[in-house]
């Protein structure tokens, strides 16, 4: 059994589903270790960050 993830980007991707919030950050977390985004040279980490979000790391500390 597999389970489904939303995309980020396009139509129907996670970005464009939430790009009417207009809160102060925005970011992903709970990244699968292959996920492109987390490459900080790549095209999909660059374009997360031009729409606004950021991405999660290894001990990022969130405060509430």
Do not use: C
Not at 41 to 57: L, N, Y
């Amino acid at each position: 059994m597999e389970i489904g993830h939303l995309p980020v980007a396009g139509t129907f991707g996670s970005i464009s589903r939430l790009s009417s919030l207009q809160q102060v950050r925005k970011i992903f977390l709970h990244i699968n270790n292959t996920n492109p985004m987390l490459d900080e040279s790549g095209v999909q980490f660059a374009q997360v960050h031009k729409d606004g979000w950021e991405v999660a790391f290894d001990g990022m500390e969130i405060y509430l």
